[in-house]
C-alpha cells in the first residue's frame, strides 16, 4: 500500500516499510527502511538538523543548518553541496553538470510500471501493487526526473526505477544514472558480495562497511561470473534467521555497477543501476532515457528472510507467468556424454535409456547444425546437419516424443566463428572496431545486436527451427564476454553496451513472448548471465558449467541467497568429475542436485545396474517431492562445523533437510540437523532417504565389511525419528559416522563428500 499524507510518503509491505517525505526545500529525504510500522508523525526516526557543520555548504542561507551533504535523500543531485557519489552525473544543456532536482508532483496508481523495452516484475492478480511516480525538476533547466516506486506487498518487494525526460532545447549527456539510491543510518553493516569467475560462481563474500566506498561491478558485457548484481547488507549481530539485513538486486543483464559508501556522518549510501566506466548517453530534445529497475527488500529475519522474500518475487512477479509455480521437468542433455560426436541412432539410444531412468526431457546440446563438428566453426548457420540426422531433425523430435519425452535443443544465437557462412556473407555483422584485429573468445565473435538486421536474423532463425521442429525447450547459450565495442549503427558507440542488452531483450522477446509454452533455460559459459533480467524470460538458468557437486554446494548456496532453487539447474554427471577429477557418490550427487532444477548429462552406457536403479531412485523421489524442492520455503542453517552444509525446504507441515559434507576427519564428533518452521506442537516423523553404498570405491576395505561380501551395494544407514516441530527445530542428533569400528545398518558410511536427504512429515494416527 502507498499513502501520502503532508508530502511524506508512506509504502508497506507485509511485513516491510519504506517512508520518505519533501523537505521544505523540495529534496526527497529518506526516512525509514525497516520492520513493518503503522503510518504516523516521522519526526522520531527523521535526521535531524539542529546544528549546521563548519565545513558544510548552506543549501539556503537562511536555513544555514540545512546541508544536502547532511541529509539523507532518496536521489541526489550534483554540485550543489551534496560531496558523497551521486546517482546522477549529467552535462546539462548549459555544459556544466551541476542539477538541483525538486519536487514537483506525485501520482499513485494501481499495478506496476510498464515498460516497452527493459525487463519489468508483474503483478499477481488481487495482491494490490501498486505504484508511486514523483516527479522531480532542476530549478533552473527543463529537465525531470521521474521516480518510480512499486511495491509488491505479498513478496515484500519494492523496486524502483528513475526516467529522465529532456525538455530543454538541446541534447544532454548522461556519464551516470542509477536506478534507486537511499541513504541509511549505519547499524554496523557487513557487506555480502557474489563474486566468481567461470566455474566458480558466486562464491559468497563478507566486509564490513567501512569509511570509504565499495564498488561491486561487470565490464564483461552481462551481469557476469565476476560479480553478481545482486547484494545484501546485514547489521551487526545479525545471522542467517535474526536481526535486519537488506537485499539489492537489478532487473538487468549487462553492465552493472553497485556503490556502497559509509560516510564521517555515519551513514551508509546504497546505489545500484547500469555501470558508468564507458558509458555516455545523449538524450535528445524532446527525448528521455530509462534505467533498469532495482529490487529491494528488507527483513528483520536475518538473511534467510532476505533470501525468502526474493525467491517469493521470483517465482510471483519475475518468471514468466506460463511457468510460475509450474513444476520443471527433469532433464537429460546429451554434452558430456558425445560432445560434438553423435548421430541420431547415438542420441535416440541415449534418449530411450534416459526414458528408462525417469527423465522427462531429452535436450540436444552443441553440435546439431552446420558445420559444428568443434567449436571452431558453424556459429551464426541454422541448417542441420544431414549427416547427424539423415531424417531431418523434425522427424527425429517427433521419433523422441514417441517415447514420451519431451524436446529440447541448443542455441547460441548471440555469436558467430569466423568460419560459417553467416560470417562470409556478414562479416559487418560481427562486433569489431574498424582497423583493429578483434579478439577472439572460444574461437567466436560477438554479434551486433545494436544493428535492427541482426536482430531480424536471430528471430527468423530460432523461431523458424523451434516452429518446423516441434521443440519444447531451448537452452540459450552465450560463451564468451564482450570486447571491441563498436557498431557502424551507432553515433556514439559510448552506448554499445547499453544499446546491445537493449537488442537482446528485442530478440527475446520477440521469439518467446508469442510461444509462452517453451520453456526458456538461459546460459552464459555457466553462471556468466545469472541475473533477474534473463529470468524475465525464462524461469531457470544454467548456474555452472561445474557440475562437480562438492563445487555446486558452495555455488548453489551463494545463489540461494538471490535466487530461488526453482531458478537454478543443476546436473548430475559422471563421476571422476569432468572438471576436477574429483569421486563423488551417485548418492550425494543426486542429492545436491535436487535442491534445483533435477537434470543429467552423463554416458548412459558406463552405467552400472545399480546405478541404474539408484538413479530410478533419485527421479522417483525427486517426482514426489518436486514441487517442495523447486518452490518449498528455503532455509539455510549454519554450518555446524566446517566443510559442511544443511539446506532445508518446507512448505506447510513437510519439509526435506539435507545434510552434505566436503570433508570427514577421524575421530568425527556428533552430528546434528536442526528443522524449523513447523507447526511447534505438531507431532512429525523424520526418516532419511534410502540410498546406495557403490562398495567399488572400498576395495580392499570390503575384507572388513562382512555385510558386504558378494554384493555391488549395500543400503546406508536408515534413520527414523519422532518429535513435535518445536523438539525438531532444536536440532536432530543424527546416527554416528563410520569411526573405525565396522559398518551397522546403524552407521552413517558417508566419508568424505557424503550427504543424506531426510523426508520431514506429519506422524500418521
Known amino acids: 500500500m502507498i499513502e501520502e499524507r503532508q508530502h511524506v510518503f508512506y509504502i508497506t509491505t507485509a511485513h516491510t516499510s519504506y517512508w520518505f517525505r519533501v523537505t521544505t526545500h523540495g529534496q526527497l529525504e529518506h526516512l525509514y527502511y525497516g520492520p513493518r510500522l503503522t503510518p504516523q508523525d516521522p519526526t522520531a526516526v527523521a535526521f535531524k538538523h539542529t546544528s549546521g557543520l563548519g565545513s558544510t555548504v548552506a543549501y539556503d542561507e537562511q536555513d544555514w543548518t540545512y546541508s544536502l551533504d547532511t541529509l539523507p535523500q532518496e536521489y541526489a543531485g550534483f554540485g550543489r553541496g551534496d560531496f558523497r557519489d551521486s546517482p546522477l552525473i549529467l552535462k546539462m544543456a548549459d555544459g556544466s553538470y551541476v ?89 554496523g553493516y557487513a557487506l555480502h558480495s557474489f563474486a566468481g569467475a567461470w566455474a566458480s560462481e558466486m562464491q559468497h563474500h563478507v566486509q564490513p562497511v567501512t569509511d570509504g566506498t565499495i564498488v561491486l561491478n561487470s565490464l564483461t558485457g552481462g551481469s557476469s561470473n565476476k560479480q553478481n548484481p545482486g547484494f545484501l547488507l546485514s547489521a551487526a549481530e545479525a545471522t542467517e534467521d535474526t536481526g535486519w539485513a537488506y537485499g539489492v538486486n537489478l532487473l538487468y543483464s549487462g553492465n552493472h555497477e553497485s556503490r556502497i559508501q559509509h560516510t564521517n556522518q555515519n551513514f551508509v549510501r546504497l546505489m545500484t543501476g547500469i555501470n558508468s566506466q564507458g558509458f555516455h548517453w545523449s538524450v535528445a530534445p524532446g527525448e528521455a532515457f530509462e534505467t533498469p529497475s532495482a529490487a529491494l527488500t528488507f527483513s528483520d529475519r536475518g538473511l534467510n528472510g532476505v533470501s525468502q522474500h526474493f525467491h517469493k518475487f521470483i517465482n510471483d512477479n519475475v518468471v514468466p507467468p506460463a511457468f510460475q509455480h509450474q513444476d520443471r521437468p527433469i532433464v537429460y542433455n546429451n554434452w558430456e556424454a558425445t560432445y560434438f560426436n553423435f548421430n541420431e541412432d547415438k542420441l535416440f539410444a541415449l534418449a530411450q535409456q534416459a526414458k528408462d531412468l525417469g527423465v522427462e526431457l531429452f535436450v540436444i546440446d552443441d553440435g546439431w547444425f552446420g558445420t559444428r563438428d568443434d567449436d571452431t566453426q558453424g556459429l551464426g548457420d541454422y541448417t542441420v546437419n544431414a549427416r547427424k540426422f539423415p531424417h531431418g531433425l523434425p522427424a527425429f523430435v517427433q521419433r523422441v516424443h514417441g517415447l514420451g519425452l519431451k524436446v529440447g535443443l541448443w542455441f547460441e544465437p548471440e555469436m558467430v566463428n569466423e568460419n560459417s557462412d553467416l560470417y562470409r556473407a556478414h562479416p559487418e555483422w560481427a562486433v569489431h572496431v574498424p582497423g583493429r584485429a578483434p579478439v577472439l573468445g572460444r574461437h567466436q565473435l560477438v554479434l551486433d545486436l545494436t544493428q535492427p538486421a541482426v536482430q531480424d536474423y536471430i528471430v527468423q532463425q530460432v523461431s523458424h527451427v523451434i516452429d518446423t521442429t516441434g521443440i519444447d525447450y531451448v537452452k540459450w547459450d552465450m560463451n564468451r564476454h564482450i570486447t571491441d565495442m563498436y557498431s557502424p549503427a551507432l553515433a556514439d558507440n559510448a552506448e554499445f553496451n547499453h544499446r546491445y542488452i537493449l537488442g537482446l531483450y528485442a530478440v527475446l522477446r520477440r521469439i518467446f513472448r508469442p510461444r509462452p509454452q517453451v520453456l526458456l533455460e538461459t546460459c552464459s559459459s555457466g553462471g556468466n548471465r545469472f541475473d ?221 563428500y557424503g550427504s543424506t536427504l531426510y523426508v520431514i512429515q506429519p506422524e500418521q494416527e
Not at 146 to 163: F, G, K
Request: proline share 6%; aromatic share 8%.
Open 99 to 187: 542539477s538541483d532536482f525538486v519536487y514537483q508532483e506525485h501520482h499513485i496508481y494501481s499495478g506496476v510500471a510498464p515498460s516497452k523495452i527493459l525487463p519489468q516484475a508483474t503483478d499477481q492478480p488481487d495482491t494490490g501493487s501498486q505504484t508511486l511516480y514523483v516527479t522531480l525538476r532542476d530549478k533552473l533547466q527543463a529537465i525531470t526526473l521521474e521516480l518510480a516506486y512499486t511495491v509488491l506487498p505479498d513478496s515484500d518487494v519494492i523496486t524502483r526505477r528513475v526516467v529522465l525526460h529532456n525538455n530543454t532545447a538541446k541534447p544532454l549527456v548522461i556519464d551516470r544514472i542509477m536506478s534507486a539510491q537511499w541513504d541509511m543510518p549505519n547499524r
Open 532 to 752: 533477474l533480467g534473463m529470468l524475465t524470460f525464462g524461469p531457470q538458468i544454467w548456474s555452472s558449467d561445474d557440475t562437480d557437486p562438492i563445487e555446486r554446494l558452495t555455488i548453489q548456496q551463494g545463489l540461494s541467497y538471490l535466487y530461488p532453487q526453482s531458478a537454478i539447474s543443476a546436473h548430475v554427471s559422471a563421476s571422476p568429475n569432468q572438471q576436477t577429477l574429483r569421486v563423488v557418490p551417485l548418492s550425494t550427487r543426486g542429492n545436491v542436485a535436487s535442491f534445483g532444477v533435477l537434470g543429467y548429462e552423463m554416458d548412459l552406457n558406463e552405467l552400472t545396474p545399480e546405478e541404474r536403479d539408484e538413479i530410478r531412485e533419485q527421479t522417483a523421489f525427486y517426482k514426489q517431492h518436486r514441487h517442495l524442492l523447486q518452490f518449498g520455503t528455503f532455509t539455510r542453517h549454519p554450518a555446524a562445523q566446517p566443510q559442511q552444509f544443511r539446506w532445508q525446504v518446507q512448505a506447510g507441515d513437510t519439509a526435506i533437510a539435507g545434510f552434505f559434507q566436503q570433508h570427514i576427519s577421524a575421530a568425527h564428533g556428533y552430528d546434528c540437523l536442526p528443522v524449523t518452521g513447523l507447526a511447534p506442537e505438531t507431532m512429525y516423523t523424520m526418516a532419511s532417504k534410502p540410498q546406495r553404498i557403490m562398495l567399488s570405491q572400498y576395495a580392499g576395505l570390503l575384507d572388513h565389511l562382512p555385510a558386504a561380501q558378494g554384493r555391488t551395494s549395500i543400503p546406508d544407514a536408515q534413520e527414523h525419528y519422532t518429535g513435535t516441530g518445536a523438539l525438531l527445530a532444536t536440532g536432530v542428533m543424527l546416527n554416528n559416522q563410520f569411526m573405525l569400528s565396522g559398518y551397522s545398518d546403524q552407521v552413517r558410511m558417508l566419508g568424505d
